[in-house]
Each structure stands twice: as C-alpha cells, then as structure tokens.
C-alpha cells in the first residue's frame, strides 16, 4: 500500500519562509493534498496540486511537485504564529482508492 | 465553522457500555469515512462509505459497528470498548471517488475507562 513520510517537526522564526517537506510512494495518485490540524479540531484541507502540475501558487502557499522523485513540498510565505498546527500530506486517488496519511510535520513558530 | 457536525464532542465510557458516535454533512456528499486518531499521530482509516455502502473496512474489531442511514448521516455504534480504544474519532465526506477532499468534522474525544 501508500507509504507517506515526512519530518517530525519544524521550528521557523516569524516573517520567516516555511518548507514542510513529503515524499510517497504511490505513482498513480491524482491529486496531492495538504491538510492543517489545529488542536483540539479536525484536519482542514490547506491546499492541493494535481498530478500534472509541478507548481502552484495559493496566496502565502507554494506547492510543489517532484512526480519523478515522488516529493512534495509546502512553503508557507511570511509564517505569522497562526501557522503554528501540524500539516498533513495526502496523496489522493491512488491505485487502491483508500487516503493514507503522512505522520505529519508539527510546525512550531519562534517570535 | 465545519460543515461535517460530529456528536458529541467528549463522551466517557465504561467497557461495558454501548454508545454512538454521530456524523451529519448537507453538501451532497456521497462518500463518508471513519478514521481515528491517537495523540501525536495522524488519522487512521477505518471505514468508508460509498453511496451509503460499506466500501472498505480496514479489519476494523467488530466491538466499532458503522452504520449509514441516509446519504447525509454517519453513525459509529461502540460496544465493549477497551481502554486503548480511547482517541479522537474523526468523520469525513467527500464527493464520488478517492481523489477529491476530504472535509472533517472537528471529532469525538473519547475515553475508554
């Protein structure tokens, strides 16, 4: 099945960029979404890249895509302290329909 | 505000009691999951629905029972739970097919004692 790592933690100053970083392992997903859990809430979706794009560009949100190497990054402009949540990474539309996870990167802003 | 409702948002139970989660979403939604989710972790699947049935079980323990009444309510029947049961339980919906978003609902905290 998907296998989706991604570092533990980041620690970033504010006014500082932001890259979380996840690499995959399902070729065939369609789409490669981003997901923000704040505490004690649900995830909520961040922002998106389709397979057949290796940019996009939404406001403070970078995405980008490596389809050859499997990696995706996230870079957040300006990091302000309501960035602070943990960003999930989440290949969709792979071989076996099932949405898998990565453990998720803990975004800590320093002041 | 979410637009996937979970009730309640705590519940506190005995590993012999029997308890519902409830989900609810109005966005016409066709496919809605169960996952759950242990502190420190990300959401593990557990259930989906597809056009209100049962699509993929992930060898979920028989003591979780989901059940999908209308295309519109999720619900997840807890019957002799154990302690490590405890998590956060989290719904979501999406449209039709496993490449569009998921919404969630803000979850059930429950505690197994």
């Known amino acids: 099945g998907e296998d989706v790592e991604q570092s533990l933690f980041l620690s970033v100053r504010e006014g500082d960029s932001s890259v979380i970083n996840c690499t995959y392992t399902?070729?065939?997903?369609?789409?490669l979404y981003w997901y923000k859990q704040e505490p004690g809430a649900g995830l909520q979706l961040l922002t998106y890249?389709?397979?057949?794009?290796d940019m996009k560009q939404d406001q403070r949100l970078t995405v980008l895509l490596n389809k050859k190497d499997k990696h995706l990054s996230l870079r957040i402009a300006d990091t302000q302290t309501g960035d602070s949540a943990i960003y999930f990474c989440?290949?969709?539309?792979?071989?076996?329909?099932?949405?898998?996870f990565g453990k998720g990167t803990r975004l800590h802003i320093l002041p | 505000d979410t637009e996937v409702t979970q009730t309640p948002k705590h519940l506190v139970m005995g590993m012999t009691n029997k308890k519902s989660l409830k989900c609810e979403q109005h966005?016409?939604?066709?496919?809605m999951y169960w996952y759950k989710q242990k502190a420190k972790k990300p959401p593990e699947l557990m259930f989906v629905?597809?056009?209100?049935?049962?699509?993929i079980n992930e060898s979920v323990p028989s003591r979780f029972s989901p059940e999908c009444p209308n295309s519109s309510l999720l619900n997840l029947h807890l019957h002799a739970l154990q302690p490590e049961d405890s998590a956060l339980y989290l719904c979501?919906?999406?449209?039709?097919?496993?490449?569009?978003?998921?919404?969630f609902g803000n979850g059930t905290r429950l505690t197994v004692t």
């Open positions: 979501a919906s999406s449209q039709e097919g496993s490449d569009s978003p998921l919404h």
């Open positions: 399902d070729s065939s997903s369609t789409y």
């Open positions: 890249i389709f397979s057949n794009m």
């Open positions: 989440a290949p969709h539309g792979g071989r076996d329909d099932k949405i898998i």
């Open positions: 966005m016409g939604h066709r496919a």
């Open positions: 629905y597809s056009y209100e049935k049962l699509s």
